[in-house]
């Protein structure tokens, strides 16, 4: 084979698998796209809302959580003010996950209206707030300190 | 005083770059040699400037001295000195400092090696010396760069008024753990490494000397930049996993990924050296692997630095991200321009005589990592666009990377085995049956054995098979050599061993590095296929079980430290009943953070990790809720990581000048030197730079 022709060749080859992997890509990507929502957009979106992978945040509903530590079972409601969505996780909540905290919540939402969650985080926040009165860990755990410290 | 001190050394080293740079350039258009100097003057001059303005930044974090905006900024009178000193590189504007400082002292000593190249056995010394001025004029400009940001929009000296009294301290994440006085500075050195290989290549475009000279230069900087970046992301996995308690290590979060593509595209940059070197092909693919490198290092710092991403890593804000972005495009415009200038000089002498050779190996290397490349490029920046285009929040889920990217490491790790095994231009099939024969066969038996005792999935069984193939190839040609100089030598198995790679460093130094990926791979898989993970809540004296291992909860407590309140319970291993040892997983809450940062505990078997998490604790401390995990092989991963850095730096180890007799025992193959090198040199001699400005 001559150098061009064998140049070519290979151009060639690598243009087939490279198109077919950037087709790979394009198709891979739009399936695994996470779309973040509010409980309002979650609304919105109607039957695109159910069985797809999503982020959901908002604040946790004040009195909705129900926590059974002994079946690690955790239950409450995401709201944005308009709209509240049902959520349920079997893991832990995080430490400070309380009444009206911001979170976002990973999983799929399901047909009768639970978001079934694999993930629940606090949300995060750039700027450090000092913890309010109440929810200092020292006072909070009073009980528990051993020793005042070195 | 501090703040002055320091504020004006940033403002003269800006000064001092750009005039360095002036005089590189006119010093070699005008045949100045003292002109020349000056501008290597003004290199030294600079590192000598930014250590003087990182000290100062050291002593006011020390000192507490909160009239200085970045003290003010990250710290604290209750933070301990060792985090407080490290703090250096927490936020935006320290770690702008801390990368020109490193930024100044590689260009010093790439510099100094540069002017004291000697002419050498392949003539090198004459091509370092006509490109050295325009290298060190890229290097002044990205430092100049990095020096403007100090002065303008990053600058961490700027007045407070009135003076605080405290600070908030350092990020918690950020103070958590011993590896991060690791895994930044390993960061930096090696994004900031990568500086130097681009200023090489593009000091040879200016010159017109992109021979042969070039590509020797900057493999070896481009190998000392690669060890630090894998020692870096190894560490980054390391603390992800000792500070996060979610029991991973790796989670294609975009921070991750900007580590990861300098790296894919350093290494195949490695691979593909060795094909110009050895055949004189590829020259302007290895630019553009080069340049690539070093954009995205930048672009790295960009999408980490601007705040653009919400991820647990990206802690800074502001305008910052419009520098990066005209850097970036200023740095490709310049680089693309300058090969297109340079194009006719860049034809490529060698051509391919087989497709069985290693030279192929080495090409589907290159695609692969390409690929490889593109795609955590697309799906880290994916999300950015439909944002800025679409105004949705999308992320790209982990199993977009993982579906893509894994079928591309068996691949990588099939060529590991594979590549080794062939020797340059043509294979005869006898040789290459006997190379690969053996480990074939082995890697099957361990492929079937996996399937069937472990199952775990498609990806963990062909982990395995082409991991054991790969690593047999690799491990052979040590014990195949090693024999071989026993037979004629008759050296003892040690003395062998040590002398095969002494004589060879380069060689064997690669092939220690693919065992160092080969374990790291096999233990990923491992503790991702066959990862075990419950949760429970217990109150004291109550057990609980996963895979064998069973945890008792002992106990609860409490303690104040200065800088925060630790909660944590002690958990007693138990082995057929009986007590194996203790583990503490404890939360750890900072005075400003609203959120405990976690302090998993880990015991570390080669078989394997348990891993506990302390999840949440009851307010009267009744119970707690511990996450438990078994991982297994997950102490390989770390250890391949030491594998590969341990391989890097053989293969990179000067080979002693004095030994001048054995210099042939270095080159037992084909001549090193590309054909046309000797032959083109003289006829561009008198560089023209006309056509590659910008």
């Not at chain 2, 250590?51 to 000192?63: F, P």
């Not at chain 2, 940001?149 to 600070?167: E, I, K, M, T």
């Not at chain 2, 095994?421 to 996996?450: F, K, M, N, Q």
């Not at chain 2, 095969?500 to 064997?508: A, D, E, Q, S, T």
Request: proline residues 6%; contains cysteine; positive net charge.
């Amino acid at each position: 084979m001559s150098t061009r022709g064998r140049r070519a060749g290979i151009a060639v080859a690598a243009a087939v698998i490279l198109g077919t992997f950037a087709y790979l890509v394009y198709g891979g990507i739009g399936e695994n796209l996470v779309y973040f929502l509010t409980p309002q957009e979650l609304a919105a979106r109607g039957d695109r809302a159910y069985d797809v992978p999503l982020r959901l945040g908002g604040q946790v509903e004040p009195g909705s959580v129900v926590w059974n530590a002994q079946a690690v079972d955790l239950k409450f409601r995401i709201t944005d003010g308009a709209h509240s969505v049902a959520v349920h996780s079997s893991g832990a909540p995080p430490q400070m996950f309380r009444d009206g905290i911001g979170v976002v919540v990973e999983g799929r939402y399901h047909r009768p209206g639970v978001f079934e969650s694999t993930s629940v985080m606090v949300k995060h926040s750039n700027e450090y707030r000092a913890p309010k009165e109440g929810e200092k860990p020292a006072e909070m755990y009073r009980s528990l300190q051993t020793d005042a410290g070195t | 005083m501090t703040r002055i001190l320091g504020s004006s050394a940033v403002m003269v080293a800006f000064a001092t770059a750009m005039l360095g740079m002036v005089l590189a350039v006119a010093g070699t258009r005008l045949r100045r040699p003292e002109l020349v100097r000056g501008a290597y003057a003004a290199v030294y001059v600079n590192f000598g400037l930014l250590a003087v303005a990182s000290l100062a930044m050291v002593w006011a974090l020390v000192t507490h001295d909160f009239s200085v905006s970045y003290v003010a900024q990250v710290g604290s009178r209750a933070t301990p000195t060792f985090y407080t000193v490290i703090s250096l590189w927490g936020a935006l504007e320290g770690s702008i400092l801390f990368w020109g400082l490193v930024l100044s002292g590689f260009s010093a000593v790439a510099v100094w090696l540069g002017t004291h190249a000697r002419e050498d056995r392949r003539g090198d010394g004459a091509d370092v010396h006509r490109l050295m001025p325009y290298a060190a004029a890229i290097l002044l400009g990205i430092g100049a760069f990095f020096y403007l940001l100090l002065v303008l929009p990053a600058n961490p000296f700027l007045p407070v008024s009135p003076v605080p009294a405290d600070g908030p301290g350092p990020n918690p994440l950020l103070q958590n753990h011993i590896l991060m006085a690791v895994h930044p500075p390993l960061l930096y050195l090696g994004y900031v490494g990568m500086s130097v290989p681009f200023a090489f290549a593009m000091g040879a475009l200016l010159s017109g000397a992109p021979g042969g000279t070039w590509i020797r230069l900057t493999r070896r900087w481009t190998m000392a930049a690669w060890m630090f970046l894998t020692a870096a992301i190894i560490a980054g996995m390391w603390w992800s996993y000792e500070v996060l308690g979610w029991g991973g290590y790796w989670a294609w979060d975009p921070v991750e990924n900007a580590s990861f593509l300098p790296w894919l595209t350093a290494t195949a940059f490695l691979h593909s050296a060795m094909v110009e070197e050895r055949r004189g092909m590829l020259r302007v693919w290895n630019l553009s692997l080069i340049t690539s490198t070093f954009a995205l290092t930048i672009l790295g710092t960009f999408l980490t630095r601007s705040g653009i991403l919400s991820s647990v890593h990206a802690f800074a804000e502001g305008e910052i991200g419009y520098w990066f972005l005209g850097f970036i495009a200023l740095v490709l415009i310049f680089s693309l321009s300058l090969v297109a200038g340079r194009s006719d000089q860049l034809h490529t002498a060698g051509r391919l005589d087989a497709v069985a050779s290693r030279e192929t190996a080495f090409l589907l290397n290159n695609l692969l990592f390409t690929v490889f490349t593109f795609t955590v490029l697309l799906g880290t920046l994916f999300p950015l666009v439909a944002e800025a285009v679409r105004g949705v929040k999308v992320s790209v889920g982990e199993p977009f990377f993982n579906s893509m990217t894994l079928p591309i490491c068996m691949a990588l790790l099939f060529l590991m085995g594979v590549g080794p095994a062939l020797p340059w231009r043509v294979a005869s099939r006898d040789a290459l049956r006997r190379e690969v024969a053996l480990p074939a066969a082995l890697a099957v038996v361990v492929g079937i054995a996996t399937a069937v005792l472990f199952g775990g999935g498609v990806y963990a069984v062909v982990t395995f098979t082409f991991g054991t193939f790969a690593l047999a190839v690799n491990v052979r040609q040590f014990t195949s050599g090693a024999k071989a100089r026993m037979r004629a030598h008759g050296e003892a198995a040690p003395v062998a061993l040590v002398r095969l790679v002494g004589g060879n460093r380069r060689r064997y130094g690669g092939y220690l590095a693919h065992i160092g990926a080969i374990t790291v791979a096999v233990a990923v898989a491992a503790s991702s296929a066959y990862k075990g993970e419950t949760e429970a809540t217990l109150r004291r004296g109550e057990t609980m079980s996963l895979r064998g291992h069973t945890i008792r909860l002992d106990d609860l407590w409490g303690r104040q430290e200065p800088q925060r309140f630790v909660l944590g319970a002690t958990v007693t291993v138990l082995r057929d009943g009986a007590p194996a040892g203790e583990m503490d997983p404890r939360l750890n809450f900072y005075t400003t953070s609203e959120q405990p940062i976690t302090t998993p505990a880990v015991r570390s078997r080669p078989s394997g990790d348990l891993y506990l998490n302390l999840m949440a604790v009851e307010r009267d401390g009744s119970s707690a809720t511990i996450r438990m995990i078994v991982e297994p092989l997950v102490p390989w991963i770390w250890a391949g990581g030491y594998l590969i850095v341990l391989g890097a730096l053989i293969s990179m180890w000067p080979a002693r000048r004095r030994e001048a007799a054995p210099a042939t025992v270095f080159a037992p193959a084909p001549p090193l030197v590309p054909g046309s090198a000797a032959a083109r040199p003289l006829a561009i001699a008198d560089p023209d730079t006309r056509g590659a400005r910008t």
